[in-house]
């Protein structure tokens, strides 16, 4: 039986391979389907240079439980403590401040308890602390959150920050802002002004404003894929990237505009394709020419070697497009027990130089 039609009799969706997967040109005959699976899990091997096989368990776990104690509620050595004197087993994760494993408890648990209600912890995984960890935000900067609802990074920045200085908590869509909103009052954030728009208007408004700039781009959302789930792969198709590329490029240009000389610009997803990731970083460093791009620091701390593993570099060609080569400084995150797929670059605007 040919291959395709042993596909057919398993049922499901057939999808024509267009755009990065072309029909493999080694037969004569009828052109070949795949189903949406097979499309994803070639694509992931591909990307992340696994085998096929590889794939569909690393996209079959669930990420560790983890917490950042929040030190705008309270002491943390008191937070700690009271976690601890209610049973959570804790393991201090040293890169991110305040920030624990818990092994004993999900999500959905935590969720549950008084203490997460008074704002005293936040749930949150690792990979969505590394770009603030990366932005370093201080006590008196002015910090642009260019797409931040629901607010799991605006809290972090605000936490960094000792409720000092200024952030601007922007995003697009409105039902998100109100839970936006709603995570800045539960979590005692002080120094954040809500704006509801199109980020990619912000640079023209506000341009060379703001000491640091995080965007957290809209994106395809493959490091989110759980394949253990009814029908994951719903939202995901190779539409779906190119017009997030599109909207990704827009804001970059934004960002990076409305950062003051000196000013450093986090761009991070939680996808793993190339032209999402890569391509728009190089789109930026193509039109702005002085922009710098600058490893992610402390990924090469003795702090950070146990999750070293599950990081690799920026791809410099893929699928027949090449990239800046610089963009092998960015980091890519490589789904696994500890972190969530994720993708994050650093870019330094320069000071302007004295005449
Ligand atoms: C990855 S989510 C942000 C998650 C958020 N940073 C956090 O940590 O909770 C991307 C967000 O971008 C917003 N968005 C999409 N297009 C936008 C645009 N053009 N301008 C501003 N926000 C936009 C979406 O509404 C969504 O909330």
Redesign the pocket.
């Known amino acids: 039986m040919k291959k395709s039609n042993k596909r057919k009799e398993k049922g499901g969706k057939r999808h024509k391979v267009r755009s990065n997967f072309k029909r493999s040109r080694d037969q004569q005959g009828p052109a070949k389907f795949y189903t949406k699976d097979d499309i994803f899990i070639s694509r992931m091997a591909s990307i992340l240079r696994m085998p096929k096989g590889k794939i569909k368990g690393m996209f079959s776990q669930r990420a560790v439980t983890t917490i950042r104690l929040n030190p705008l509620a309270s002491n943390v050595n008191k937070i700690y403590k009271r976690l601890d004197d209610k049973g959570l087993d804790m393991k201090k994760v040293d890169w991110s401040p305040n920030t624990f494993i818990v092994s004993n408890k999900d999500k959905s648990e935590l969720g549950k308890t008084e203490e997460y209600e008074k704002g005293l912890f936040y749930i949150q995984n690792l990979s969505?602390m590394l770009p603030v960890v990366a932005l370093d935000p201080k006590p008196g900067e002015i910090v642009l959150?260019?797409?931040?609802?629901?607010?799991?990074?605006?809290t972090f920045i605000a936490a960094e920050m000792e409720n000092q200085g200024e952030i601007v908590a922007?995003?697009?869509?409105f039902s998100?802002i109100k839970s936006l909103e709603q995570v800045i009052s539960q979590f005692h954030v002080k120094n954040t002004k809500v704006r509801i728009?199109?980020?990619?208007t912000i640079g023209k408004s506000q341009p060379n404003y703001y000491d640091k700039v995080?965007l957290?781009?809209?994106?395809s959302g493959e490091g989110l894929i759980y394949l253990r789930t009814p029908k994951p792969l719903r939202f995901w198709n190779i539409k779906k990237i190119k017009i997030m590329e599109k909207?990704q490029k827009?804001?970059i240009v934004s960002a990076y505009d409305s950062l003051k000389p000196g000013g450093i610009l986090i761009y991070s997803?939680?996808t793993l394709e190339p032209d999402e990731n890569e391509g728009v970083v190089s789109y930026l460093l193509d039109k702005f020419k002085d922009a710098k791009l600058e490893d992610i620091g402390f990924i090469k701390d003795e702090k950070f070697e146990e999750y070293r593993p599950f990081v690799t570099n920026g791809i410099t060609k893929w699928s027949g497009n090449e990239y800046n080569p610089i963009t092998k400084k960015s980091t890519r995150i490589i789904p696994g027990k500890h972190m969530q797929g994720f993708y994050i670059a650093k870019i330094v605007k320069p000071l302007i130089k004295e005449a």
């Open positions: 969505s959150d260019m797409c931040a609802a629901p607010g799991s990074k605006t922007n995003d697009e869509n998100r728009g199109d980020g990619s995080l957290d781009a809209p994106c909207v827009k804001l997803t939680c």
